[in-house]
């Protein structure tokens, strides 16, 4: 489907789309400043290696240390969010917990990856005190986690930052405005589709849903393209019919077996076909086969190879086997002479006549005249010329020339006693429009 076609649906029903949006941007926006502020304090701390390190035994003590760095960080972490560090950060703070709702601030401890640093997030409804909660439980963690590891200590990197972690309710308002136009134009689109379901799923898909090649409509879409390029170009153009002829027995198949058997054939066509053809099923075991760039008689001898090989070839399905014959029928379109219309009549035209004479014949039907130099294949069995009647006997008495004027004619002179009789003779006959001399 075009985008065009999508902005149609949605302009045809935008008495959905419109309240989905007006409604989720006003109810964004009204929740966005009844709701309270957060606000969010970050402080960064390294682990650092002492330098005090000078012995062997100091040094494999702090080597093992390091091959456990995700226990390390992960121990800093606990530290810092244990109810002992938070309990010394309140003292620190000298605040009441229950009067100032300390208690309804969230502290997490993150460890930055790739990198020996742990990030310190406290989260609260009261800038001022997020922050000092912060660095109150960074000073305590840190007296804490120094006693822990003789030679990695921890220290602070940055100090604690403060920004609003709920954003601004003009924000809030637009993200939920387009939540909601989201919805509005999903639901716009389902209640278009469930109008005519099959009717979308075909329009929206160029491949027959059961054979796999392309469908009937796409077809019919390349061959007015490639018409109209013909057209422009000058160039050669063919179009087949080729219809599959099962054996006999073949409507006694199980329905499934016959799909499968019909879809291997295509299949197998739809291989042999060069890049540039397009191959789709149209319907009663017919395949309309369009060629570009190919005269009638490549187009002939291409559709022979593809009857050969149908008729060659045994399909197996399950424990089922069948074989396919064909009858197709050619038509040459060079210059665009033809419409599309025309063109499918004649190409359908020469498959009846196709049909007609027997299994596995090809009947080519061209629309143009044929071009100067003969195809190699009517060179070989080029018919004798035929005689021409002039409409008189050149011997009887009833000749419109008397002796002389046909002797003049026919180049003879009776004075060279037939030296000439051996000369190609070349009559011009024009047709006689003004009735009897």
């Known amino acids: 489907m075009e985008l065009r076609s999508y902005f149609i649906i949605v302009l045809k029903r935008w008495w959905i789309v419109a309240p989905f949006f007006s409604v989720t941007l006003t109810l964004s926006m009204f929740l966005s400043f009844q709701r309270p502020m957060t606000f969010q304090a970050t ?29 390390l960080f992960v121990t800093y972490c606990a530290v810092m969010t244990s109810n002992a560090v938070r309990e010394r950060a309140y003292s620190l703070m000298n605040l009441d917990p229950v009067a100032n709702k300390l208690a309804d601030y969230e502290v997490r401890c993150n460890v930055l990856p790739q990198a020996n640093v742990i990030i310190l997030i406290v989260r609260g409804p009261v800038e001022a005190v997020a922050q000092r909660l912060n660095a109150a439980i960074g000073i305590a963690g840190l007296e804490r986690a120094n006693t822990l590891y003789q030679y990695f200590g921890l220290q602070q990197l940055d100090k604690p930052t403060v920004e609003n972690a709920t954003g601004s309710p003009a924000q809030q308002g637009i993200l939920g405005g387009v939540v909601g136009l989201a919805l509005g134009v999903g639901l716009a689109f389902l209640l278009d589709y469930l109008q005519n379901p099959i009717e979308k799923v075909e329009m929206s898909s160029i491949k027959h849903p059961k054979l796999g090649v392309y469908n009937e409509r796409y077809f019919q879409q390349r061959l007015a393209e490639e018409i109209n390029r013909s057209r422009s170009r000058n160039r050669p153009l063919s179009v087949a019919l080729v219809r599959i002829i099962p054996s006999e027995g073949f409507d006694l198949l199980p329905e499934s077996v016959r799909d499968k058997a019909l879809r291997s054939a295509a299949l197998r066509m739809n291989d042999a076909a060069r890049t540039t053809d ?4 149209l319907g009663r075991n017919t395949f309309g086969l369009l060629m570009p760039e190919t005269p009638g008689y490549e187009a002939e001898q291409f559709v022979e190879k593809l009857h050969n090989d149908i008729r060659t070839q045994t399909f197996r399905v399950d424990a089922y086997i069948t074989n396919f014959s064909a009858n197709s029928g050619v038509v040459e379109n060079s210059g665009g002479n033809l419409t ?17 004479s027997g299994e596995n014949a090809i009947h080519l039907m061209r629309t143009t005249p044929l071009a100067f130099a003969l195809e190699p294949s009517e060179t070989a069995q080029a018919p004798a010329p035929e005689e021409i009647d002039l409409g008189f006997d050149l011997d009887s008495s009833n000749s419109p020339f008397t002796a002389n004027e046909l002797n003049e004619i026919l180049g003879t002179n009776p004075a060279t006693n037939g030296a000439n ?9 024009v047709p006689n429009r003004g009735g009897d001399r």
Not at 278 to 281: D, K, P, R
Not at 422 to 429: C, F, L
Request: glycine share 0%; aromatic share 6%.
């Open 43 to 71: 402080s960064t701390y390294v682990t650092s290696f002492d330098n005090s390190v000078n012995t062997v035994d100091q040094t494999i003590y702090a080597l093992d240390t390091v091959t456990q760095r995700d226990r």
């Open 278 to 281: 397009i191959l789709a099923y």
């Open 340 to 356: 599309l219309q025309s063109m499918l009549l004649k190409a359908n035209e020469a498959l009846q006549m196709a049909t007609q």
């Open 421 to 429: 009789d051996n000369r190609p003779i070349n009559v011009d006959v």
